[in-house]
């Protein structure tokens, strides 16, 4: 059976920290304070800007939804950014993705300041993971920053370990691959052109997934001893959620294993929390 790698643990324990961090900010008279943008009423993005808002207030931080219609302008959504890009009380600032039709053409990541990043989303940010940064001269992205956090708590190694990791998007295949990187593991980034993507899985000592599909990697992908992270949120056809892993057949072959739920996604919101207090004390304080 494999060890369960669940979030929770490292939640609790870096809540209390971050609790503490907010509480010396605020006796300095800074009180952090994020601001996440949503634009429009898409349910998933709902769910994950109040639960951005519950973890920021839970620390002490000030946290609000700034909602824009559906129907926002361009004009109005460029000037509510840079309204909070220019306020000294906000020190985080992030647009929850996707955004309606009428801003795709918007590069939404080059508004926000590199130091307001909370979502580790600007290419200064990627720039200096690309530099060599492990987040000392720039905020991580989310997701990526905390699988390295949840990989360090359970005493995972990645120096000299050879990472697959499949999915390239910019905000967790790609990022992920360079951070991983920097702290010396020999990562193979997977795509949907690859081939022979299971010879690459059967070599690998860490599979990280970030796919979007239901049960995509199977026991034929995978070898006893290996760590898989599941990055994946899909609904299967009964509407249960649930990663890109088929989790009943790879579990009891590997060694570790994050579920979905209760694995990454947590910790994708906890390293925003964690991004938020580090900027209010490195720039604002
Ligand atoms: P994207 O849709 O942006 O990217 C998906 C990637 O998967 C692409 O690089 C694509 O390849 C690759 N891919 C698709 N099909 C295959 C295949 N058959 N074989 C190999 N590679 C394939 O996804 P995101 O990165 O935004 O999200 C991925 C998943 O992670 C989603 O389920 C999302 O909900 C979840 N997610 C979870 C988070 C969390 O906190 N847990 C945070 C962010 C995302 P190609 O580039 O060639 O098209």
Redesign the pocket.
């Known amino acids: 059976m494999a060890k369960l790698l669940l979030a929770k643990p490292l939640v609790e324990k870096t809540t209390e920290n971050l609790k503490k961090r907010c509480e010396k900010l605020k006796e300095g008279g800074i009180t952090p304070c994020i601001k996440v943008i949503l634009v429009g009423e898409d349910p998933a993005s709902k769910v994950y800007t109040r639960s951005k808002k519950r973890l920021g207030e839970k620390i002490g931080a000030d946290a609000e939804i700034v909602n824009l219609p559906d129907d926002v302008s361009v004009e109005e959504f460029t000037t509510t950014i840079a309204k909070h890009n220019s306020d000294k009380n906000v020190h985080g600032l992030m647009v929850q993705l996707p955004v309606p039709s009428q801003l795709s053409g918007v590069d939404i990541q080059s508004l926000i300041s590199p130091e307001k990043d909370v979502d580790g989303a600007t290419e200064h940010s990627l720039a200096s993971i690309i530099l060599g940064s492990k987040g000392e001269n720039s905020l991580l992205p989310c ?1 990526p920053s905390g699988i390295i956090s949840l990989l360090k708590f359970y005493n995972i190694e990645l120096v000299g370990k050879n990472v697959v990791i ?4 910019l ?3 790609k990022p992920l691959a360079m951070l991983m990187t920097n702290y010396n593991a020999t990562v193979t980034l ?5 081939s022979n ?1 299971m010879e690459h899985t059967q070599n690998a000592d860490i599979i990280v997934t ?4 239901n049960s ?1 990697l199977k026991a034929c992908h995978i070898k006893e001893g290996q760590t898989i992270i599941d ?4 609904r299967n056809s009964e509407g249960k959620l649930c990663g ?1 892993v088929d989790f009943d057949a790879v579990e009891p072959i590997v060694s570790a294993i994050t579920p979905v739920p209760g694995g ?2 947590p910790l ?1 919101v906890l390293s925003l929390a964690q991004n938020l207090i580090e900027t209010t004390e490195k720039n604002f304080s």
């Not at 997977?190 to 690859?194: E, L």
């Open positions: 997701t499949i999915g390239r998007s905000i967790v295949g997977c795509h949907s052109r690859t993507l970030a796919i979007g599909q995509f990055v994946g949120i899909n890109d990454v996604g994708t």
